[in-house]
């Protein structure tokens, strides 16, 4: 039987670009075809539902009855893979919860995957975030993600004292999500469509929309970089889950922007 | 004008009109590059603008230059001023660079913007869609013998393989570097193109921004002496039917290419 997979997002502190990392993962999940269902912890407005709203759920992760819609359902459900969109600042009672009511000893057995992709602000508040966080991951896949979509110049860090935390988690992967146009960001998020929707032309529903085709093109370079990223830390590899498309990203996220132009 | 005003027919025997079949179609985008500066790709590009003037056929052309002359001084009713430094700048340009089909396009890439355009080009896939978009991007490259030129030329072609990379020689700054060395033409239009040298005070003349190459043309004279007439209308002649052969491999492709390669 495949193992479910549980890919949390998270950071303890806001405004460091958990929902877009959510965002790039559930469109690189979905160009392969892997059933994602997605869970937005923005409760009870929700974000990452504003993109992917098909798929995705706003739930309070804090109380139990939408704890047990999430885990309990893990089995049960045809999603592949669950993805977490996890608020800032609950993070570390989120994992918390999960060790409470042995998620995090199901993952230890080898019953599940869980990978926590922890979004990196540029404060060395994230440093002592890594250390807090990583007493819960003995057996999860942990990816250091540092975010640099908004120019995020992580001027406060010392690279050696990075480095002496780094090393602290031989497991640990590290992931550079790059810069992205200020204002092609902004229009995509005007549009509120997934970013393989923009690239391609389209609106929110999928209908044909009229993007500027120079901000759909950074859009696209910029998504390629991000799934190449993917691609490099083997994350398919890593949680466990086989690709049902074996094209490359590239000529995927190309094939995007040629179906705009008929 | 008329394009029948035109009278190399005639006297060459060969038909350098553009063809009609073209004014129906999509035209193409020239874009004049290199990466050093006084080679002439002002001149080129104001020849090709000139040329489509020539021909009564619809032309927008783009300056990229931040110093004089340029483009927008020559032809300032046609030329839109290029600011690629802005993300509104570069919609304003690259969208309606695909955006019109039926006019010819001319981009004037100033030697200090060619890194920025061709960099962004590369990275928005702008010349990629242009294709698909059925307007087909040629590139024309002012080649000289500084060794920038060649390497920029290599990069040229590896980034961009599907779009035609032309090498122009200007004669009065690359009159000794053959073509097939550090400059191969490996697109399909296989147009030998050269820039004539014109004597210096022909090039006084053509050089003062009112002086437009297509007025003079239909123009029977300007009272300039016999021998610089002669020989601005013998320049002007040459640049056009190159021109005109570039449209004809264009839309047919590279017959004469393509048979001495398949006997």
């Known amino acids: ?262 | 004008m008329s394009i029948l005003s035109f009278d190399e027919t005639e006297e060459s025997g060969y038909d350098i009109r553009p063809r009609r079949d073209a004014e129906a179609g999509t035209g193409p985008l020239y874009i004049v590059c290199s990466p050093r500066r006084t080679v002439g790709k002002t001149l080129l590009a104001r020849l090709l603008a000139e040329f489509y003037f020539a021909h009564d056929r619809p032309i927008a052309a783009f300056d990229l230059a931040d110093e004089g002359p340029q483009l927008s001084d020559y032809l300032p009713d046609v030329t839109t001023a290029v600011e690629l430094g802005s993300m509104r700048g570069q919609m304003a340009f690259f969208d309606r660079l695909i955006g019109e089909k039926h006019s010819a396009k001319v981009v004037d890439v100033s030697h200090r913007m060619f890194r920025d355009f061709f960099v962004i080009a590369n990275k928005i896939g702008i010349l990629e869609e242009a294709i698909r978009r059925g307007i087909e991007p040629i590139m024309l490259f002012m080649i000289d013998p500084d060794e920038k030129s060649a390497g920029a030329y290599s990069i040229l072609q590896r980034w961009f393989p599907e779009i035609s990379l032309l090498p122009v020689r200007n004669q009065s700054v690359a009159n000794g570097i053959p073509y097939w060395g550090a400059f191969p033409n490996e697109s399909p239009i296989h147009v030998a193109l050269e820039i004539p040298l014109l004597t210096a005070s022909v090039k006084t003349l053509v050089s003062q921004s009112s002086f437009s190459f297509a007025r003079f043309q239909r123009t029977q004279s300007i009272g300039l002496p016999v021998r610089l007439d002669d020989e601005l209308r013998g320049f002007i002649r040459r640049v056009f039917r190159q021109f005109c052969e570039i449209e004809t491999r264009r839309m047919c492709g590279d017959v004469r290419g393509h048979w001495s390669s398949n006997p």
């Open chain 1, 1 to 262: 039987m495949v193992k479910p997979v549980v890919v949390l997002v998270g950071a303890d502190k806001g405004g460091v670009g958990k929902t877009t990392v959510s965002r790039t993962l559930l469109d690189y999940l979905a160009a392969r075809k892997i059933p994602t269902r997605a869970f937005d912890t923005e409760w009870p407005r929700g974000t990452l539902k504003r993109f992917h709203p098909d798929i995705t759920e706003v739930v309070d992760v804090t109380s139990v009855p939408d704890q047990m819609k999430i885990f309990d359902t893990l089995e049960s459900s045809s999603a592949a893979v669950t993805l977490i969109d996890v608020r800032a600042g609950i993070m570390s009672s989120t994992l918390n919860a999960l060790r409470n009511i042995g998620f995090l000893d199901a993952g230890r057995k080898g019953q599940l995957t869980f990978a926590l992709f922890h979004i990196l602000g540029s404060s060395i508040a994230s440093l002592d975030e890594i250390a807090e966080t990583s007493h819960y991951l003995t057996e999860a896949k942990y990816f250091l993600v540092k975010n640099f979509i908004n120019n995020t110049s992580f001027f406060e860090w010392d690279q050696a004292t990075y480095n002496s935390y780094f090393k602290q988690f031989k497991d640990a992967v590290e992931i550079t999500i790059p810069q992205l146009s200020e204002m092609a960001y902004e229009q995509v998020e005007l549009v509120a469509a997934p970013f393989t929707n923009f690239i391609a032309n389209k609106g929110a529903n999928g209908s044909p929309a009229n993007h500027s085709f120079v901000l759909r093109g950074y859009v696209r370079h910029w998504l390629e970089n991000v799934w190449s990223e993917f691609d490099r830390v083997k994350l398919l590899d890593v949680v466990g889950v086989r690709e049902a498309s074996t094209e490359g990203a590239k000529p995927r996220l190309m094939k995007l922007a040629e179906a705009a132009a008929h």
